[in-house]
Each structure stands twice: as structure tokens, then as C-alpha cells.
């Protein structure tokens, strides 16, 4: 992939996750003036979310990925990223 490419791929994607980002916000927003049955429904919000960082998390280790890249990106050391997304992947190790 060239390099403008990937570029273009990162601001969309970029762009794509602050308006999810804006999204949930406001969502919370709407339950704040809502009932209990939708404040059920936005934490069910959690794990939609974390289902979707372990498909990332995934993807990024299929395209060859390290631990050490998805600490980075993450914030946790090498260890703590392998032990918090590795269930799909014990053969990576850090």
C-alpha cells in the first residue's frame, strides 16, 4: 500500500472514530433524559465496544503486528496488552 494511501486510510478512519465518539456521547446525553430500560442499553454499549478492540486488536496482529505496536497504541506494556487481548492469539507471545 503506498504511502497516500495509508495516509487517506488513517484520517478516514480517524474521522470514522470521532464521530462514533461524538455519537456515544450523545447518546449518553438522550439516557440522561431517558428511562432505565435505555440506560441498560448503553452499558450494553461496553461490550460492542470491547468486542470491536479485540477485533482490532486481531486484525492488527494478522497484518503482523507485535505486542509491542499494540502496547504503544494502547498504553500497557507488551505483557499487559498479551494478557488483556490475547485469547485468540496464545501462539503471539511478547
Known amino acids: 500500500m503506498s504511502r497516500s494511501k495509508r495516509h487517506r486510510d488513517s484520517v478516514e478512519t ?3 472514530l470521532g464521530a462514533a465518539r461524538r455519537f456515544i ?3 449518553g446525553r438522550r439516557v440522561a433524559d ?3 430500560h ?3 442499553d448503553l452499558l450494553e ?3 460492542v465496544l470491547a468486542d470491536a478492540i479485540q477485533d482490532a486488536v486481531d486484525g492488527q496482529l494478522a497484518m503482523g503486528k507485535s505486542w509491542s505496536d499494540i502496547a504503544r497504541a494502547t498504553g ?3 505483557q499487559a496488552a498479551h494478557k488483556r487481548w ?3 492469539h496464545p501462539e503471539n507471545t511478547p
Open 14 to 16: 480517524s474521522e470514522y
Open 25 to 27: 456521547r450523545a447518546a
Open 34 to 36: 431517558a428511562d432505565e
Open 38 to 40: 435505555e440506560l441498560h
Open 45 to 47: 454499549l461496553q461490550q
Open 76 to 78: 500497557k506494556t507488551p
Open 86 to 88: 490475547s485469547h485468540k
